[in-house]
């Protein structure tokens, strides 16, 4: 599955003639050696057949937590060797997020696709540096801007001379602990590269729970289809074997067992989709 990677960028992999849907799927974070390799091989066993270039993502440390006492990881030393062995064992290219220019250097010895976490898309210096690795960089839209604003970070990532890149939508704040997704923003932000979408953190309460965040998982499936009828060219779900277990966004966490079903619905529409010509410019 990591070849995909190797042999073209992913912007010449999402806009060329063939079109390649992505599914970037894995664990919130990484809360058991074991059972973050479990979670990966099972989600290996859904996709290979659908021939879906798939990235495992899992993070090391959640530094961005509503309360001191949320659950953050297993650390950047140990987390980053057990996306190396996921790597290496499987074939399939690793994914995490990063929070300061420092763990960079760590960071890009093992990720291919380093993540800029929606709270810090604004942060020019943690762009540059990352986007400076030439990895491709996944960058999550923040709740508190609007789809033309990526268009100021993607020129950050291209600054550097990288065009690996994709856009990540999650949803827009909408009063106190809601988020809203308004599906106009993914052709807009089209307009600048290649756009994914989180069904997980869209449905989320950010610190809904006063102590932690809630959300409302039934709506993933909807929001999900309802992405890929927009134009988004992949998928980026948290999944879990056992989410109300889940040590962080268990409230938005989709289960494991139910990846087949929505993942091959989602396909179908990607693929419908597709078909079309894009003319909405002219109208």
């Known amino acids: 599955m990591i070849k995909w990677l190797e042999k073209v960028g992913i912007r010449d992999l999402t806009y060329a003639k063939e079109k390649r849907f992505i599914l970037i799927a894995g664990p919130c974070v990484i809360e058991d050696p074991k059972q973050t390799e479990m979670i990966a091989k099972e989600i290996l066993e859904v996709i290979e057949p659908l021939g879906v270039p798939f990235v495992f993502k899992a993070s090391y440390d959640k530094a961005n937590r509503t309360s001191i006492k949320g659950y953050r990881g297993v650390g950047r030393e140990t987390g980053l060797a057990v996306l190396h062995h996921i790597r290496e064992t499987y074939k399939i290219p690793v994914l995490s997020d990063v929070h300061s ?43 508190f801007l609007s789809p033309y604003d990526m268009g100021h970070v993607v020129e950050k990532i291209r600054s550097t001379g990288n065009h690996k890149f994709l856009i990540t939508e999650r949803g827009t704040t909408f009063g106190y602990n809601a988020l809203v997704n308004d599906f106009t923003g993914i052709p807009i932000m089209s307009n600048y590269g290649p756009v994914i979408f989180d069904a997980t953190h869209s449905v989320q309460s950010p610190g809904g729970q006063r102590g932690h965040s809630g959300g409302h998982r039934q709506f993933i499936p909807t929001l999900a289809r309802a992405a890929m009828a927009a134009g988004a060219v992949g998928l980026y779900l948290e999944v879990h074997p056992d989410p109300e277990r889940s040590l962080s966004d268990s409230a938005v966490t989709f289960p494991l067992s139910k990846l087949k079903p929505l993942l091959k619905e989602c396909l179908e529409i990607y693929k419908l989709v597709n078909q079309f010509p894009k003319w909405e410019k002219g109208i």
């Open 101 to 143: 220019v420092e763990e960079i250097k760590s960071a890009e010895k093992v990720l291919d696709f380093i993540q800029i976490p929606a709270f810090l898309s604004r942060q020019t210096d943690l762009i540059v540096e990352a986007a400076k690795t030439n990895k491709v960089i996944n960058v999550k839209k923040g709740p």
